[in-house]
């Protein structure tokens, strides 16, 4: 078996982070702009793009105040949001807030049917933007603005938050989610290596089962968005055991859950998960888990294995090193072995539901490659490493990232396809309700996935 590590790679290039997966273009390479060779460490600092794209007409914000509500609420990721914010707040002499919710999609579904949504919301679902733009709830932003951070980003990677030529959500972070933390000092008393196919993965569990060592943890507990971490599992192998097509099919439901093919990944997962000795969860069960809690049992050898995107980072243990010498390193999730090297990307838009010129200038802070840094660098300097974040933006500086955080653009490099998120892409209802949901059962076993995934099928919008 071959070790597949990530390391940094001195031709850093940035560009065309999650192209193929905003867009849902066919698949190619994922660097799109043939620019850039040299090591971002070496590279000075941009220059202030926000400074050089400004509008004349720029509006006066003392006194202003704004609202802004997302998904991230652990203390790392939320506190860095709001450093973020506070340093476009000082710098306009006005007032940000950010409040951060697990049950965020519960919460702003909720919040906009009471009529009292946040100014400003982070959705980490391209499906349920479209679904409020659809509904006429969110604010189209304007076309000037949209321009200027479009140019900042690779091409097409706002496509997914667009209704019919109308834009009303700007990416301002990538997530990198084909990716394996494991345990450097269980695998080296091992003797394992990261396998370079989806099969040799298996077989290692197996082997690690025969040695006494649990290979996963795993939890899928989240509040009401529990479900969703089996979700990525499902996208991460469809797309390595079947043709893009087919994958791309599944999010618009020409391939629907039922499909022979589909049934088949979750039962493929369920198998692993359910061998005996083959997970650990902290709860007492996967379900009762939350997905976030294992980063201390992967710290300290309890579990070899963790699938999880790049975000991780953010809830290892205080002082846990991340690399090839510390005690947690990374490792691309393998492939099926056909010559294809699938990627699944993620990531969270900002959208604005009430239109005014703080907002908007807020929202253009938020996406743009000055915010995109200080974001990076708030969060760095909160958990003292790795920080969890990533950004696509062209024009953000580089050298607020470390090497680790740099090896992971080489795994989207290569990406043949990269896509995103398939449930972040589904209609609401399917993605981030009846898909969570189901999921849930089945891990459960409440319920068989065909049973299951014919209830998901049946809760599809006609």
């Avoid at 243990?317 to 999730?333: H, N, Q, R």
């Avoid at 981030?432 to 849930?440: C, L, M, N, V």
Wanted: aromatic share 8%.
């Amino acid at each position: 078996m071959k070790m597949l590590k990530l390391r940094a790679t001195a031709a850093f290039l940035v560009g065309g982070l999650v192209l193929a997966a905003c867009a849902g273009d066919e698949p190619e390479p994922d660097v799109t702009d043939e620019a850039a060779a040299e090591d971002p460490a070496d590279d000075e600092p941009a220059d202030d793009p926000a400074e050089d794209d400004e509008p004349a007409d720029a509006p006066d914000l003392a006194g202003t105040t704004v609202t802004v509500f997302g998904p991230e609420s652990s203390e790392n990721e939320a506190g860095a949001v709001q450093d973020m914010l506070a340093v476009f707040a000082e710098m306009n002499d006005m007032t940000i807030t950010y409040t951060g919710a697990r049950d965020f999609s519960e919460q702003i579904a909720a919040q906009v049917a009471g009529g009292n949504p946040p100014d400003i919301a982070v959705f980490p679902q391209p499906g349920r933007v479209q679904d409020f733009g659809d509904q006429g709830e969110l604010v189209a932003l304007p076309q000037d603005l949209v321009d200027r951070i479009n140019a900042q980003w690779p091409e097409g990677t706002n496509e997914a938050y667009t209704v019919d030529g109308t834009t009303f959500g700007l990416m301002n972070k990538t997530d990198l989610k084909s990716i394996i933390w494991f345990n450097t000092g269980v695998f080296e008393d091992g003797g394992y290596e990261i396998p370079d196919t989806l099969d040799g993965l298996w077989d290692l569990t197996e082997e690690m089962i025969a040695d006494g060592q649990t290979p996963w943890c795993v939890g899928i507990e989240s509040g009401p968005a529990t479900g969703w971490p089996f979700t990525d599992w499902m996208e991460d192998i469809l797309l390595r055991r079947e043709p893009v097509d087919v994958y791309d099919g599944w999010i618009t439901n020409d391939v629907a859950f039922t499909d022979d093919r589909v049934v088949a990944v979750a039962e493929e997962i369920l198998d692993i998960w359910n061998m005996p000795g083959a997970v650990f969860a902290a709860g007492g069960s996967i379900a009762g888990t939350p997905f976030g809690d294992n980063g201390g049992p992967l710290a300290d050898g309890t579990c070899a294995m963790h699938r999880q995107a790049s975000f991780y980072a953010a809830f290892m243990p205080e002082g846990t090193e991340i690399g090839p010498d510390g005690e947690v390193d990374v490792a691309y999730f393998p492939a099926a072995g056909d010559g294809r090297t699938p990627v699944l990307t993620a990531g969270t838009a900002v959208t604005a539901f009430r239109d005014a010129p703080e907002v908007m200038a807020v929202i253009e802070w938020m996406a743009s490659a000055e915010g995109v840094t200080e974001r990076q660098r708030a969060q760095a300097e909160r958990t003292g490493g790795s920080s969890g974040y990533l950004a696509s933006n062209l024009e953000q500086d580089l050298s607020v990232y470390n090497d680790l955080e740099r090896s992971f653009v080489e795994i989207l490099q290569t990406a043949d396809p990269a896509r995103f998120d398939a449930s972040d892409m589904m209609p609401g209802a399917v993605g981030a309700g009846s898909f969570w949901s189901e999921g849930t059962a089945v891990v459960n076993g409440d319920k068989g996935v065909e049973e299951a995934f014919e209830a998901i099928e049946a809760s599809w919008p006609s």
